[in-house]
C-alpha cells in the first residue's frame, strides 16, 4: 500500500517538475521588451520586421484606461515603451518616466507627416519625447435599420434621444465620453472644468445620460457585441470597432456629428533606463514600416502617421473607411481631444452620477 | 404513511435538485455551444459550425503561456499552502496548545477578507519594500487564501485518527521524522490531495487578487480579462474555456472510476 | 569559509550544549512543538496579510498631493469618506447587494444540501462533484456567458419571445442589481451547498428519528431538530458568501450597468485611474470595518433567535 502512495506521490513530484520545466520559456521572454499600451496592439502584424529580426515577438500588457496605465507606470511598473495619446503625453511626462527620443535611430522619421510631430506636448524640454503613430475618431456608431431616422440628422443628441432610452451605451471615459456632455451642455470650453459653474451644468446632463444609457464600458468587445446583438441602437466606439462590425456584415453606420466627432492621435514613447534599447527602436522601425501602416488601415481602419502608407492604399477603400490621405482634413475638421483642465472634479462627478447622486 | 411523505418530499426536492443543477450548468454548457459558432459576436441566433476558433485557440501563443503560468503559480500554491495546512493542523489536533482557539480565529481570517483589500494590501507593501510584482507575489497572495483551505481540510482528517500508532511507531525506535513519513503521511493522504486539489482550483481561477498583483507575466484569468477587450479574440477564448472544463470533466470522472474500483 | 567553521564547531558542540536543550525543551513543553509547526503559517499571515493591513491603516492616514504621499498623519480621507455622499451611499449598496446575495445563495442552496445529504443513498460523491465541475471554467467566463443568458437577445428573452409570453425583449434582467445579484448567486453557490452539507452529514439521524417516535410532524421534525442542528454550516455559509462578495468588483463592472457598482469599484478606481492611493485606503479599511460590523450583527441576530426559539 504504502509503495503505491509513494509512487503517486513520485508522479505528483514528476508533474511538479515539469510545470516548473515551463518556466525556460518565460525566461527567454524577458529578452524581450515590455510594450505596455492600448488593448489589440499585440497584433504580430503590426511589428513584422521586429518578428523577422527577432524571431518572436515582445511582452505585451494592455492597460484598463490610460489613466490607469499612468498610475501604474507611476507605482513602479517596469515597461520597456508604451502608447499614449496626445492629450495625455504631458501627464505621461510628468511622472518623470519618459526618456527623450533619439531620433536618428528612427528610419522612418522624415516619412512622418510634420503636422502630427508638432502636436501640443509631443516636444518636452526641446526634446521629442513620442513618435506619432495613428490617429482616429470617437463618435457614434448606430444601427441603421432600427434608428433609420438619423441617417440624415447624424448628432450626438442620439446619446440623449428618450426614444431609445435604455438603448445606448458609451464610453466609461473622461476624455471619450463625459466630455461630450459637456459639448451638448454648452460649457464655454468643454476640455476645460476648472470653473465648477461649468462641472454642474454637465452633471445635469451627465445624469439624463445615466438615465440613458445601458452600461458604461471601455471594452470594444462589450459595445460592439451590445450592437451586434441590437441590445443596443448606438453606442460611442472607435473606428476599429466600425470596421469589424461592417466586416461582420451588421448595417451599421459611423455618425459624423454635426457637432463634429472627436479626433485624437496616438503614438510610441520610450521609458527611462529600458534594458532593452535597440530592441526597442527595433519595435518602433517595425511599426512605422509600410507593410505595417497599411496593414493598420485595413484592419483598424484608423488613419496612419506616415503619408507612404495612405498613397499605397486604395482610395475608394479610405472613402468607406471615412479616412482623407491629409490628416489635417480631419484633424481640423473634428474636435481635437485635449488635455482635460479640472480632471479630478470631473472624475469626481462621474463617479457620483454612477452611484445615482 | 410516513413512507409515502417521504416519497412525495423526494419527489419535490428531487426536482428541485434538477432545476438546481440546470440553474448552474447552464451559462457554463453556453461556453462550448458559442465556441463553434461562426461568427465573432457572441449572440443569438447561431451562424454556424466552425472549428477555427479552436484552431486558433493551440495556435495562440500568449494564451497557452498565461495557461502555463496558472498552471506553475497552482502547483506551486497547493504544494506550499498543504505544507503549510498540513503541519498547523497537525499541531492543532495533536497537541494542546495555549491560545489554540485565536490562533484559528487569526487563521481564518483569509477566508473571509475581501479580496480586493488583501490585494491592494499586498500591492502597497510590495511596492513600498521595492519588490517587483511577478508570478511570484501572486503565489504569494494565493497562498494565503488557500492555507485556511488546506489546515480545515487537514484538521478534519486528522481529527479522526488514533493517536497510538504515531507513539506505537516512536516505541519501536523510529525517529519523528520517519514516524512523519512511514506513519502520519500515508494516512493523511486522501486529505492531503483533497486540500490540493482544492488550493489548485482555488488558484487556478482567481482573479480579483491577480489582478493587483501581477506584473508582465500573466496568469490565465488575467489574460481572460484582458482578452474579453479584443472582439476577435473572444471565441477562442471560450473555446479555451470549454478545452478546460472537457479536461477537468475527464480527469475528475477518471479519477472516480480509479477510486471506485479500488474501493471495491 | 569562515561560516562553515563556526557551524562546524556549533554542530560538534558537545552533549548537554545548545541543542541538546533545545531538544530537551521540545520534549518537555507540548505547546513548543505545537507552535513550531504552525509558525510558518502564522509567520505567513503576520508577514503577508496583518502587515500588510497594518500598512493599509497607516496609509490611509496619509494624504495624496499630486503625484506624491503627503506623509503628515491626518484623518482627512476619513472625513472625506463621511463628507461625501457617494462614499457611505455605495459601501451601504454594496453591504445590501451582498447580504441579499448571501440570503439568496444560501436559500437556494439549502434544499439542495438536504436532497444529497438525506435523499442520495449511494452516489453523494457524484453528486457533489456535479456541483462543483462548473466552476472550473473561468469565473469571467461565467459571467460574461451570463451576459448572453440574460442579455437583450439572450437566451431567456428569445425562450420568453418564442412561448409569444412577451412582444419586446425585457430590458430590465441585464445591467442592473438583479444581474448582479443572481450572477454573484451562481458563482457562489458550491461555497454554500458545501458547508451546509457537512453540517446536515453529521447530524445524528437517530436523533431524526427519536423526533418522529415521539410524534412530530415531518415539519416540525425539521425545525426542532434538522434545522438548529445544521445552523453551523449555515452561518458557514452566509459569511463564506457575504464577506468576499463585498469587496467583488468585476460582476457590477460586466452585469451591474451604471446602477449597479459596488465598493469595490472605487476602491479599485482609487487605486487605478483615481491614482489615490491614501484615499483608496481609507475606503477599503472603513469598508472592512463595517463588514465586521454587519457580521457582528448577524451573529448576534442568530444569537438572540436561537435564544428565543428555545
Known amino acids: 500500500m504504502l509503495s503505491n502512495y509513494l509512487k503517486s506521490g513520485a508522479r505528483v513530484a514528476a508533474a511538479c517538475a515539469m510545470a516548473l520545466g515551463l518556466s525556460t520559456a518565460a525566461v527567454q521572454a524577458q529578452d524581450h521588451p515590455l510594450f505596455f499600451g492600448w488593448p489589440g496592439y499585440e497584433a504580430p502584424e503590426l511589428y513584422p520586421d521586429y518578428v523577422k529580426k527577432h524571431g518572436g515577438m515582445f511582452r505585451f500588457t494592455a492597460w484598463g484606461d490610460e489613466e490607469e496605465g499612468v498610475t501604474k507606470l507611476q507605482s513602479g511598473f517596469n ?34 507627416m510634420p503636422s502630427l510631430k508638432k502636436i501640443d506636448g509631443a516636444v518636452q524640454d526641446g526634446k521629442p519625447v513620442w513618435v506619432p503613430i495613428d490617429w482616429g475618431q470617437t463618435s457614434v456608431v448606430y444601427r441603421t435599420d432600427l434608428a433609420p431616422e438619423y441617417q440624415n440628422k447624424e448628432s450626438w443628441e442620439i446619446l440623449w434621444d428618450r426614444k431609445y432610452k435604455g438603448r445606448v451605451a458609451a464610453f466609461d471615459s473622461l476624455v471619450d465620453a463625459v466630455v461630450v456632455a459637456g459639448l451638448m451642455a454648452g460649457i464655454p470650453d468643454m476640455w476645460d472644468y476648472t470653473n465648477p459653474a461649468d462641472v454642474a451644468k454637465t452633471k445635469d446632463k451627465m445624469r439624463e445620460l445615466v438615465g440613458q444609457v445601458r452600461f458604461f464600458s471601455n471594452d470594444p468587445t462589450t459595445l460592439e457585441q451590445a450592437i451586434a446583438s441590437g441590445e443596443v441602437v448606438a453606442a460611442t466606439v472607435w473606428n476599429e470597432s466600425v470596421t469589424r462590425l461592417k466586416k461582420q456584415g451588421l448595417p451599421v453606420k459611423y455618425m459624423n456629428p454635426k457637432e463634429g466627432a472627436m479626433t485624437w492621435v496616438c503614438g510610441l514613447s520610450i521609458v527611462k533606463g529600458s534594458k532593452h534599447l535597440d530592441k526597442v527602436y527595433d519595435a518602433i522601425n517595425a511599426m512605422l514600416a509600410k507593410e505595417s501602416r497599411i496593414w493598420e488601415i485595413n484592419e483598424f481602419g484608423y488613419g496612419v502617421s506616415t503619408q507612404e502608407a495612405f498613397d499605397a492604399v486604395d482610395s475608394d477603400l479610405l472613402s468607406e473607411l471615412g479616412l482623407s490621405k491629409n490628416p489635417d482634413d480631419i484633424l481640423n475638421a473634428g474636435i481635437f481631444q485635449s488635455e482635460i483642465q479640472g480632471e479630478g472634479a470631473l472624475q469626481e462627478m462621474f463617479d457620483e452620477v454612477k452611484a445615482g447622486l | 404513511m410516513n413512507v409515502r411523505v417521504s416519497r412525495a418530499k423526494m419527489g419535490w426536492l428531487g426536482l428541485y435538485a434538477a432545476t438546481y443543477l440546470t440553474f448552474i450548468y447552464l451559462p457554463v454548457l453556453l461556453l462550448p455551444v458559442f465556441s463553434f459558432n461562426d461568427a465573432i459576436y457572441v449572440a443569438f441566433p447561431i451562424k454556424g459550425f466552425t472549428l477555427k476558433w479552436w484552431e486558433e485557440m493551440v495556435a495562440h501563443e500568449g494564451m497557452l503561456q498565461s495557461l502555463r503560468n496558472s498552471l506553475k503559480v497552482g502547483v506551486a500554491v497547493s504544494i506550499i499552502s498543504t505544507v503549510f495546512g498540513v503541519l498547523a493542523a497537525k499541531a492543532f489536533t495533536r497537541y494542546r496548545m495555549p491560545g489554540s482557539r485565536a490562533l484559528t480565529g487569526f487563521f481564518s481570517i483569509p477566508l473571509v477578507i475581501p479580496l480586493i483589500i488583501l490585494g491592494i494590501a499586498l500591492l502597497t507593501v510590495l511596492t513600498t519594500v521595492g519588490v517587483s510584482l511577478s508570478l511570484y507575489t501572486i503565489m504569494l497572495g494565493h497562498v494565503v487564501i488557500c492555507v485556511p483551505f488546506a489546515m480545515f481540510i487537514m484538521i478534519s482528517r486528522l481529527e479522526g485518527f488514533d493517536q497510538s500508532v504515531e507513539e506505537a511507531a516512536q516505541d519501536l525506535g523510529e525517529t519523528p521524522w520517519m514516524t512523519f513519513w512511514r506513519v502520519t503521511f500515508p494516512l493523511a493522504l486522501p486529505g492531503i490531495m483533497a486540500s490540493m486539489l482544492l488550493t489548485f482550483t482555488i488558484s487556478f481561477d482567481e482573479f480579483l487578487l491577480a489582478f493587483f498583483l501581477a506584473g508582465d507575466q500573466l496568469t490565465l484569468p488575467i489574460y481572460i480579462w484582458g482578452q474579453l477587450r479584443f472582439p476577435k479574440k473572444l471565441p477562442s477564448v471560450l473555446a479555451l474555456g470549454s478545452a478546460i472544463l472537457l479536461a477537468t470533466t475527464i480527469l475528475v470522472t477518471v479519477a472516480m472510476m480509479f477510486v471506485r474500483r479500488k474501493g471495491d | 569559509m569562515k561560516e562553515q567553521t563556526l557551524h562546524a564547531a556549533e554542530a560538534g558542540s558537545p552533549p548537554g550544549g545548545l541543542r541538546e536543550g533545545v531538544r530537551r525543551a521540545f520534549l518537555r513543553h507540548e505547546w513548543l512543538r505545537a507552535y513550531t509547526l504552525v509558525s510558518p503559517t502564522l509567520i505567513l499571515l503576520i ?93 469571467l467566463l461565467r459571467v460574461f456567458a451570463w451576459k448572453l443568458i440574460l442579455g437583450y437577445n439572450g437566451v431567456v428573452n428569445s425562450g420568453l419571445t418564442t412561448l409569444g409570453l412577451i412582444e419586446q425583449p425585457l430590458e430590465f434582467i441585464l445591467y442592473n442589481v438583479t444581474a448582479v445579484v443572481i450572477t454573484l448567486a451562481h458563482a457562489w453557490a458550491a461555497f454554500a451547498i458545501l458547508p451546509i452539507y457537512v453540517s446536515l452529514e453529521k447530524i445524528d439521524r437517530s436523533l431524526i428519528d427519536a423526533a418522529h417516535d415521539l410524534g412530530e410532524g415531518p415539519v416540525m421534525t425539521f425545525l426542532r431538530v434538522t434545522l438548529p442542528l445544521s445552523m453551523p454550516g449555515v452561518i458557514a455559509a452566509t459569511l463564506l458568501v457575504f464577506i468576499p462578495t463585498v469587496g467583488d468588483y468585476v460582476t457590477p463592472k460586466l452585469v451591474g450597468g451604471t446602477t449597479g457598482i459596488m465598493i469595490g469599484n472605487l476602491i479599485q478606481s482609487a487605486f487605478g485611474r483615481g491614482a489615490n492611493w491614501p484615499m483608496g485606503a481609507a475606503i477599503a479599511v472603513i469598508s472592512m470595518l463595517m463588514v465586521t460590523l454587519a457580521v457582528c450583527v448577524f451573529l448576534g441576530g442568530v444569537k438572540g433567535l436561537k435564544k428565543l426559539l428555545a
Not at chain 3, 93 to 111: D, E, G, K, W
Request: proline share 5%.
Open chain 1, 79 to 112: 515597461a520597456d515603451f508604451l502608447f499614449p495619446c496626445n492629450y495625455k503625453i504631458k501627464k505621461w511626462y510628468a511622472t518623470g518616466r519618459l526618456a527623450p527620443i533619439d531620433t536618428s535611430r528612427i528610419k522612418n522619421w522624415d516619412k512622418i
Open chain 3, 47 to 139: 508577514v503577508a496579510m496583518a502587515a500588510p493591513i497594518g500598512v493599509l491603516v497607516g496609509l490611509s492616514l496619509w494624504t495624496q498631493s499630486g503625484m506624491e504621499f503627503d506623509r503628515t498623519l491626518t484623518l482627512a480621507n476619513y472625513e472625506t469618506f463621511f463628507g461625501k455622499k457617494i462614499y457611505p451611499l455605495v459601501l451601504w449598496r454594496s453591504i445590501q447587494i451582498s447580504a441579499l446575495v448571501a440570503f439568496a445563495t444560501v436559500l437556494l442552496a439549502y434544499p439542495l444540501a438536504y436532497f444529497i445529504a438525506f435523499h442520495v443513498q449511494r452516489h453523494k460523491m457524484v453528486w457533489l462533484i456535479l456541483i462543483t465541475l462548473p466552476f472550473w471554467t473561468s469565473y
